[in-house]
T-cell receptor
Framework: KNQVEQSPQSLIILEGKNCTLQ??????????LRWYKQDTGRGPVSLTI?????NTKSNGRYTATLDADTKQSSLHITASQLSDSASYIC?????????????FGKGTHLIIQP | DTAVSQTPKYLVTQMGNDKSIKCEQN?????MYWYKQDSKKFLKIMFS???????INETVPNRFSPKSPDKAHLNLHINSLELGDSAVYFC??????????????FGPGTRLTVL
C-alpha cells in the first residue's frame, strides 16, 4: 500500500533556530517527491520537488534531501523566522500521474516562537 | 491577478441540501483537481480532470461530482450534504498532466460547514 509518513506531527522551536522535518514513503513506482508549505487559512504552496536522481534541492532557507534507496526525505529549515510557522506537507507521486498517483503525508505543524 | 480562485470562501448549509463550489484558474493549465482537507488537516485528493480524462478517487461518494464548463473552470457539485462533508475544499491546477512537472497551484480554499 502506498503510504507517506511524516514526523514529527508538530514541532515548536524558537525564532532563529534550525529544524528538520522527516518524510518516509512506500510509494512505488516512484516518480517525484514534493514538499508543500501551507499557511493557516490558505492553500499549500510548493517549496521543492525532487526526482529519483536528485539528492538535494534548496529554496532559500529551505533545503530538501532525498534518499531514494531508503525512501526517506527531509526538509531542513535554516535560521527560522516567524513566517515559517505553517504546516509542511510531503507529497509523493508515482509514475503515471492522475488522482490516484499522489500520496499525501499528514503534515508537520511547525510553530516558530519569538 | 489571482492564479486559482474559489467561491465562496465560506459556505454554511443544512444537511440534505445540494451545493456547488466554483473554481477558476487563469494559468492556462490543462489539469484541475479537487481536494478535501479534514479537521485534522489531512489533504485528500478527490478528483483530477483534464479535457480528456476524469480520474476519481475511489473513496469519494458519488454525491460529489465535478463539472467543467471549460478548461479554466472546474466546479464541485455536492448532492444531499451530510455532516461528514464539513471540511475545507481546495481546488488546484497544474500543467503537463502526467509528467514530473506537475506542480500544483492551489486556491485559497472553501470552508464548508454542514449543520
Amino acid at each position: 500500500k502506498n503510504q507517506v509518513e511524516q514526523s514529527p506531527q508538530s514541532l515548536i522551536i524558537l525564532e532563529g533556530k534550525n529544524c528538520t522535518l522527516q518524510c518516509n514513503y512506500t510509494v512505488s513506482p516512484f516518480s517525484n517527491l514534493r514538499w508543500y508549505k501551507q499557511d493557516t487559512g490558505r492553500g499549500p504552496v510548493s517549496l521543492t520537488i525532487m526526482t529519483f536522481s536528485e539528492n538535494t534541492k534548496s529554496n532559500g532557507r529551505y533545503t530538501a534531501t532525498l534518499d531514494a534507496d531508503t525512501k526517506q526525505s527531509s526538509l531542513h529549515i535554516t535560521a527560522s523566522q516567524l513566517s515559517d510557522s505553517a504546516s509542511y506537507i510531503c507529497v509523493v507521486s508515482k509514475t503515471g500521474g492522475g488522482a490516484d498517483g499522489l500520496t499525501f503525508g499528514k503534515g508537520t505543524h511547525l510553530i516558530i516562537q519569538p | 491577478d489571482t492564479a486559482v480562485s474559489q467561491t465562496p470562501k465560506y459556505l454554511v448549509t443544512q444537511m440534505g441540501n445540494d451545493k456547488s463550489i466554483k473554481c477558476e484558474q487563469n494559468l492556462g493549465h490543462d489539469t484541475m483537481y479537487w481536494y478535501k482537507q479534514d479537521s485534522k488537516k489531512f489533504l485528500k485528493i478527490m478528483f483530477s480532470y483534464n479535457n480528456k480524462e476524469l480520474i476519481i478517487n475511489e473513496t469519494v461518494p458519488n454525491r460529489f461530482s465535478p463539472k467543467s464548463p471549460d478548461k479554466a473552470h472546474l466546479n464541485l457539485h455536492i448532492n444531499s450534504l451530510e455532516l461528514g462533508d464539513s471540511a475545507v475544499y481546495f481546488c488546484a491546477s497544474s500543467a503537463r498532466y502526467g509528467t514530473i512537472y506537475n506542480e500544483q497551484f492551489f486556491g485559497p480554499g472553501t470552508r464548508l460547514t454542514v449543520l
